[in-house]
C-alpha cells in the first residue's frame, strides 16, 4: 500500500501528493519542520517537537493556521492511517503559494505537510562500534544571519557540511561556530564525557535545542549523572574519556573516532554512553502520545 500524504488539509496518495512551484518554502525555503519518531504505536516527545515547530514559526512570523492541539491530532492520524507502529514522522510547515517576489505578504495560506514512513537508522553495528566524525569547514550559521535554534526548510548549511563528510568517508560531522568552539553535528546534537560528567554545548553557542538533548538532560537527571553546558574546544573533545552525539534519527549513538584520533583509552564507546543508550530505550517506550 502506498504512503498518504497529508496535505492542504486532507489525505491524498503519495503521486498526487503536490506543492505548488509559487510555494516559497520551494523558492525560497521559507518554512519550518520537524523530523519526529514513532515507537511502539506513540508518537515520541510529540508536545516538545510542537513547540519548537511553532516558536520556529513565531520567529519567522508564519502563522500555523491551526492550534497545537489540532496539529496533534493531525500527526497521530497520519501515523494511524499509514499504520505506522515504529518510523518516523515529517512535518513540514511551508509559507504557501505566492508569487516570484520574496515577499512573504503574498503568500496567505500556509502549507501544513506531515508525511508518515518507516525510517531507515544506522547499522546495528554503529552502536557497538561507534561513529567517526570529521570536523568539517563549514561552520554553523551565524544566530546573527540565521539562526541556529529556527529548523527552517534553509538546511544549505547543513547539506554542505554533510557534503564534507561525505567526501571525509565518515559517518557525521563536527560542525565548529565562528569563533572556533564545537557547537553540534551536522544534523545531531554532540557530547563529551569527562571524569563521569556529561558536557555538552550551551543552545546559544549554535547547537540547535534537540529534543533527544531535552531526553538525555532528563535522563542524566534520573539516573544522577552530572550534566552541563559549557563551550568545547576541539582539543577537548579529542581528550574526552567518552563521546556521543544523539538526534531524532540517530538516538544516542557512541563516537569512538574524530579526526583519525581514537576516542577514550581504546576508541571504543564508553560506560556513561552505554548506560544512556540503555536508558533511552527504557525511556522511548513510554514517552509519547498514543495514536490509537
Ligand atoms: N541539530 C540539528 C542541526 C538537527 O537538524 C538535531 C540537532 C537533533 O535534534 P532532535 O530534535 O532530532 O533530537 C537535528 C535534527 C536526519 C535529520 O536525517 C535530522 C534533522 C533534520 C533533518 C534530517 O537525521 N534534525
Known amino acids: ?32 519542520f520537524e523530523g519526529i519518531r514513532v515507537y511502539n504505536r506513540r508518537v515520541f516527545m510529540l508536545d516538545a517537537h510542537l513547540k519548537r515547530l511553532y516558536n520556529g ?4 512570523r508564519l502563522d500555523i ?5 489540532e496539529l496533534k491530532e493531525k500527526v497521530c492520524e497520519t501515523v494511524r492511517v499509514n499504520d505506522i507502529s515504529d518510523g518516523y514522522v515529517r512535518l513540514v510547515v511551508t509559507r504557501g503559494k505566492g508569487d516570484l517576489g520574496l515577499s512573504p505578504s503574498k503568500c496567505s ?20 562500534k ?31 557540511a554533510h557534503l564534507e563528510v561525505l567526501h571525509a568517508g565518515a559517518d557525521e560531522g563536527l560542525v565548529l561556530n565562528d569563533n572556533g568552539f564545537v557547537t553540534e553535528c551536522v544534523v545531531d546534537n554532540f557530547y563529551i564525557v569527562l571524569d563521569g560528567a556529561v558536557i555538552t554545548p550551551p543552545t546559544n553557542s549554535g547547537a540547535l ?14 539516573l544522577g549523572i552530572e550534566i552541563r553546558e559549557e563551550q568545547l574546544s576541539l582539543v577537548e573533545c579529542y ?39 540503555e536508558a533511552f530505550k527504557e525511556f522511548r517506550e513510554n514517552h509519547g502520545t498514543p495514536i490509537d
Open 1 to 32: 500500500m502506498g504512503r498518504k500524504i497529508y496535505i492542504e488539509g486532507k489525505f491524498v496518495p503519495e503521486d498526487e501528493a503536490r506543492v505548488s512551484v509559487f510555494d516559497h518554502g520551494l523558492l525560497y525555503g521559507d518554512g519550518v
Open 57 to 60: 514559526a513565531k520567529v519567522i
Open 65 to 69: 493556521p491551526v492550534t497545537p492541539d
Open 109 to 128: 495560506d500556509p502549507n501544513i505537510i506531515i508525511i508518515a514512513d518507516t525510517i531507515k537508522i544506522y547499522p546495528d553495528e554503529v552502536y557497538h
Open 130 to 160: 561507534g561513529l567517526k566524525l570529521v570536523t568539517v569547514s563549514t561552520r554553523r550559521n551565524n544566530p546573527d544571519s540565521l539562526s541556529p535554534q529556527i529548523k527552517s526548510l534553509n538546511y544549505l548549511n547543513h547539506i554542505l
Open 209 to 222: 535545542n534537540g529534543i533527544t538533548r531535552m531526553v538525555v538532560f532528563q535522563l542524566c537527571r534520573d
Open 239 to 277: 581528550t574526552a574519556d567518552e563521546c556521543f552525539l544523539t538526534g531524532t534519527a540517530a538516538e544516542i549513538a557512541p563516537v569512538t573516532f574524530i579526526d583519525d584520533r581514537p576516542i577514550g583509552p581504546d576508541g571504543t564507546p564508553g560506560p556513561v554512553t552505554i548506560k544512556l543508550m
